[in-house]
Nanobody, 120 residues
Framework: QVQLVESGGGLVQAGGSRRLSCAASGNTFNINSVGWYRQAPGKQREMVATIHNSGSTNYADSVKGRFTISRENAKNTVYLQMNSLKPEDTAVYYC??????????????WGQGTQVTVSS
């Protein structure tokens, strides 16, 4: 069992910055990857950024160059630094951690989400 707790959301002005945190606890040994996802009202959930044990990262085109995902292993925490925020970034942001073997995702865990609202 893995528990994920997101924090750092809130109300920010367009052009501003915010850093989200995802703190993991429990049996995280077999986790390969962690990602940030977001869901805006009336929209499908989308991947924002992912980071893998290899160190590789991936970003949605809409956030590339503005957002940075990173990890602090000693604290079992993954961060999402969000800069140059736009109203379109408004969403509930969720942290997801999973284990994959080959291309098959075996299982994953979700946090409860944190709201990010960007005023125009």
């Amino acid at each position: 069992q893995v528990q994920l707790v997101e924090s750092g959301g809130g109300l920010v002005q367009a052009g501003g910055s915010r850093r989200l945190s995802c703190a993991a606890s429990g049996n995280t040994f077999n986790i390969n990857s962690v990602g940030w996802y977001r869901q805006a009202p009336g929209k499908q959930r989308e991947m924002v950024a992912t980071i893998h044990n290899s160190g590789s990262t991936n970003y949605a085109d809409s956030v590339k160059g503005r957002f940075t995902i990173s990890r602090e292993n000693a604290k079992n925490t993954v961060y999402l630094q969000m800069n140059s925020l736009k109203p379109e970034d408004t969403a509930v942001y969720y942290c997801n951690a999973w284990r994959s073997v080959g291309i098959q995702r075996l299982y994953d865990y979700w946090g409860q989400g944190t709201q990010v609202t960007v005023s125009s």
